[in-house]
């Protein structure tokens, strides 16, 4: 049993910084030592919560003198505890600066170090959230019907929303990040509905676009698909468009389109343009640049810049600007995704989100505190990005952001067939050969509880506009092994499709979780359809999924993610949840098997270390690295040579030699 900091020790941590400190068992402690994943039991003796980097420099000189380890809580959702398992958790929710800037003309940025940072005003007039406050407020950004309420309606069936899931940013984050009221729920129309809950029954399909004037839905050419070449209509003239035989949202050709109505809380902002008119201006700047502080949940920061738009140019009609966005992973994930890896929708078109980063605050294990980028510390530049949490403590980032106007994207749901599956997974394999930069797409399996159906979901993101992307949607809508049960994609805004993946997932707080990752050079059929078998007898609450990978990941070869780790053709992830009272080997074996086992043949190294999990083996870590290892460990051993930052995936002691995870993991309660 874990006892508090001493009272000594605790009077001298609390009289050294400016943010609070609290002793375990103290009220406060436990909404601050808490985390998404209910299977982890922080051991914790205090939890400091700095409110700058000074202070955070002071904890870490008070825990190098007494002998005591720090741990990192910058609210994400890691399912492994490191962030909880140091003697003293460091929590960050109270660095909590936004700020958008276009580059100045010759394309440089405004520094982190000419930047005052908001805590500069002083402890006594510094207004940060409450721990409790700030746990009630990542209970309301794991809201995600704002994605699709069409797909929230099919997930949860027919009815009226549930109180407090209505579209739009929680009250708490609209408070933090300024922005305007939540948009009210975009229209949606029940058009039939399955009784008896197998195949064979009526599909339920619920639109989320407008219908043409006349409630006729216009005649669509059916496209001519090769099995060879799933986009070789895209080399023809003349429109493509979804196969008539596909259950699908109506969408209206382009002379039948109703601009969506001026909301000061819609996404877009107080626009009078639709989407597809929004998608038609123009960028003034190729990029822009995000200063954020450690303690921002990605959401907030999503919020943030799509309301806090850029100037354009617009060729028809007049705007308020385009939204930027960083390329982040989906939600929900917190800042240190950023040194971690970060695969999201915007990864093929624009790398990962350590390429994006341009500079970064970090407290060192002696103490100082640098700005890092491409010039300042270049060998430490290197590294942080993929491996930054083993090698000191983030507090502040400033990262490139890019116009996206509008996203074409949405889901395409099937009930999941043993016998079926197979071929809609090589459906997917194949349409996607060759596929765009600006398209992602994934497929994912998900097990529905007892009695309930399983599902297989196609996501895809293009980013543009639906004119643009609609010929990619015609061709992976073209299988017709099943009746689609839902087809809502449409013209989003980013900030909106960045909740997809999460709403599908349908993920609580409190659960156990157990999260298992890979990247693969290629998804063969004898694969595939051991997938399926194996996928067929998980328990409730497991999912796998299966990205598209490529891209611009591979332009990037500055980190210590290695080009082999970017040339993997999918990143795949089985990402399980289930209830505490629950004690079922599978959840965990299941993901092992088929990560492990089914999927070995064609590993390529490691996961994304973003996607390191609990109980991870040591070379498994390793392999995240491949032939840049050896060199990362040079550079852990010159900046933290006593391995203070050991509560992280760094599977190796302060004298080199190799150490279990549960060696520096929480215990399960």
Not at 44 to 68: Q, R, W, Y
Request: hydrophobic share 35%; glycine share 10%.
């Amino acid at each position: 049993m874990s006892l508090p900091l001493p009272t000594q020790l605790y009077e001298e941590l609390g009289a050294s910084i400016r943010g609070d400190v609290y002793v375990r068992d103290e009220a406060g402690f436990e909404d601050y030592s808490t985390i998404f994943n209910g299977n982890v039991k922080s051991m914790s003796k205090a939890v400091a919560v700095p409110i700058d980097a000074s202070d955070i420099s002071k904890i870490v000189l008070f825990c190098v003198k007494h002998g005591l380890s720090p741990s990192v809580k910058a609210g994400g959702y890691g399912t492994a505890g490191w962030a909880i398992g140091g003697d003293i958790i460091v929590d960050l929710s109270k660095l909590v600066e936004v700020d958008i800037e276009p580059p100045n003309d010759d394309g440089s940025y405004t520094s982190l170090k000419d930047m005052v940072p908001s805590s500069a005003k002083g402890k006594e007039t510094f207004t940060v959230p409450s721990g409790k406050r700030r746990r009630q407020e990542d209970i309301d950004l794991r809201r995600y019907d704002q994605a699709s309420q069409a797909v929230a309606t099919f997930l949860r069936g027919p009815g009226p929303m549930p109180v407090g899931l209505q579209d739009g940013p929680s009250p708490n984050v609209r408070r933090r990040v300024d922005t305007a009221p939540p948009a009210p729920g975009v229209d949606s129309r029940q058009i039939s509905v399955g009784s008896d809950g197998n195949s064979s029954s009526d599909v339920s399909t619920v639109a989320t676009t407008p219908s043409p004037g006349n409630g006729v839905e216009p005649s669509r050419p059916t496209p001519s698909l090769r099995a060879s070449d799933p986009f070789g209509y895209l080399k023809t003239s003349g429109p493509s468009n979804v196969p008539p035989t596909v259950t699908q949202a109506a969408y209206p050709p382009p002379s039948m389109q109703r601009g969506w109505a001026p909301n000061p809380g819609s996404a877009f902002g107080n626009h009078t343009l639709s989407p597809g008119q929004l998608a038609l201006a123009e960028p003034v700047h190729p990029h822009a640049f995000v200063t954020f502080g450690a303690g921002m949940r990605q959401k907030e920061i999503d919020t943030y810049t799509a309301q806090h738009k850029l100037e354009a140019r617009y060729s028809n009609g007049n705007g308020e600007g385009v939204p930027y966005h960083i390329p982040f992973s989906a939600h929900p994930v917190g800042s240190s995704i950023m040194i971690l890896g970060g695969f999201g929708f915007l990864s093929r078109l624009r790398g990962l989100s350590i390429d994006n980063l341009v500079e970064v605050e970090m407290v060192m294990a002696d103490g100082r505190i640098l700005i890092i980028n491409e010039h300042e510390h270049p060998d430490l530049w290197w590294a942080l990005r993929g491996a930054g949490p083993t090698l000191g403590i983030a507090t502040r980032y400033k990262a490139k952001a890019f116009p996206v106007p509008v996203v074409f994207a949405g889901n395409l749901i099937y009930r999941f067939h043993r016998a079926t599956a197979p071929s809609l997974i090589r459906h997917f394999r194949d349409c996607v050969k060759g596929a765009p930069r600006e398209l992602y797409a994934n497929v994912l399996l998900t097990a529905g509880p007892a009695g309930k159906d399983s599902l297989v979901v196609v996501q895809m993101c293009y980013i543009g506009t639906r004119e643009q992307g609609q010929e990619y949607l015609a061709a992976l809508s073209s299988w017709d092994g099943e009746r689609c049960l839902l087809n809502e994609v449409d013209e989003k805004s980013f900030l909106h499709q960045q909740d997809s993946v999460a709403q599908v997932l349908r993920g609580k707080a409190g659960r156990q979780w157990f999260i298992r990752s890979a990247l693969i050079t290629s998804l063969p059929d004898d694969l595939i359809n051991e997938t399926v078998l194996n996928f067929a007898d998980t328990p409730v609450g497991c999912t796998w999924l299966f990205e598209l990978a490529g891209g611009a990941i591979t332009d990037f070869e500055d980190t210590c993610v290695p080009k082999s780790q970017r040339e993997a053709s999918f990143t795949i992830a089985a990402l399980h949840q289930w209830e505490m009272d629950v004690d079922d080997d599978r959840c965990v074996e299941s993901a092992e098997e088929w990560i492990a086992g089914t999927l070995k043949p064609v590993h390529q190294g490691g996961p994304f270390p973003s996607f390191l999990g609990r109980h991870e083996p040591p070379e498994r870590v390793m392999a995240c690295f491949g032939s840049n290892w050896e060199r990362l460990c040079e550079i852990k051993n010159m900046y933290d040579p006593n391995n203070l930052f050991k509560n992280s995936f760094w599977p190796l002691d302060a004298q080199g030699a190799i150490v279990e995870a549960y060696t520096h993991e929480p215990p399960t309660p």
